[in-house]
């Protein structure tokens, strides 16, 4: 993450959870959203911007799934 700390809020779940998101963009920018882990085990991922400039400045934020 280039050193900066994420900008984005983290989410929490618990393992077994039903979770929905809903991401929007705000104004005209293109943003590609992109969450890690492809199977809801628990863990600490992150969710992320894929255009690098914008990861870069902090568009990146934790998603904890808890036992
Ligand atoms: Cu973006």
């Avoid at 005209?28 to 911007?49: A, E, K, T």
């Avoid at 400039?53 to 990146?60: L, N, Q």
């Amino acid at each position: 993450m280039g050193g900066r700390l994420p900008r984005a809020p983290t989410f929490r779940a618990r393992v077994g959870d039903r979770v929905r998101w809903r991401v929007a963009t705000l104004g005209q920018g293109l943003h590609v959203f992109h969450v890690h882990g492809r199977r809801w085990r628990s863990g600490d991922r992150i969710y992320h911007c894929h255009i690098t400039d914008h990861m870069m400045g902090g568009m990146v934020g934790r998603y904890l799934v808890e036992p």
